[in-house]
């Protein structure tokens, strides 16, 4: 039993040791220092004035943010989602954006998109955009905000950087989302984001 002891002291004491030397943000991504590299992913963003920050990177072997894009095609109508969770060391905030056309074969840079009307909506086929954000407490698991553009129909997007060939997509965006449960608007401003592949 001593000598179980002494091997468990051992390798307690040589796994301090290991983990003591590594510095960890070479393998954890919580600093978003990475927003420069071209291979990262980045969606950033003011929220009520408050700086949102995403950053993915293949590179980083733990990845705590998380930026993604969608496309649904029904023939040349689409649907582009832009996704991005900035995980803070207190809470997670989400933004989500919707693009919806009824040509993606005209999808280019400069392209520009507005609120999603009641109108479009019932014709079938939907244009616009909607965007979404969310923030809630890592603690105790509850909801600061949540707002959708749907309902104040605010909301600008353009697409500043397009390459069908590697799905990638670059633009910048702003708006205004409802919070119906704070009855309260949520301000999203200087939004872009880069490199997003979908």
Known sequence: MRKQQKYHFLLFALLTLFVSSCNLSDIID?????????????????INGESFSAVENE?????????????DLNGD???????????????????????????FSELKVGSKFDEVTEENVTSGNPSGAIGVVSKASLGNGGTEYGGLTLLTG?????????????????????????????????????????NVEY
């Open 77 to 103: 109508v689409y649907e582009l989602s832009i996704s991005a969770l900035d995980f803070g060391s207190t809470h997670l905030t989400t933004i989500n954006l919707a693009l919806y056309g009824d040509k």
């Open 154 to 194: 605010s909301i600008s997007v353009e697409i500043t950087k397009l390459d069908k060939e590697n799905e990638l997509v670059s633009g910048k965006f702003s708006f205004v989302a409802y919070d119906d449960d704070n009855d309260a608007n949520i301000n999203v401003t200087d939004g872009v984001f880069t």
């Open 30 to 46: 919580d600093d978003d220092d990475k927003d420069d590299d071209p291979d990262s992913q980045v969606m950033t963003a003011k």
């Open 59 to 71: 590179d980083t072997f733990i990845q705590l943010d998380e930026v993604e894009g969608d496309l």
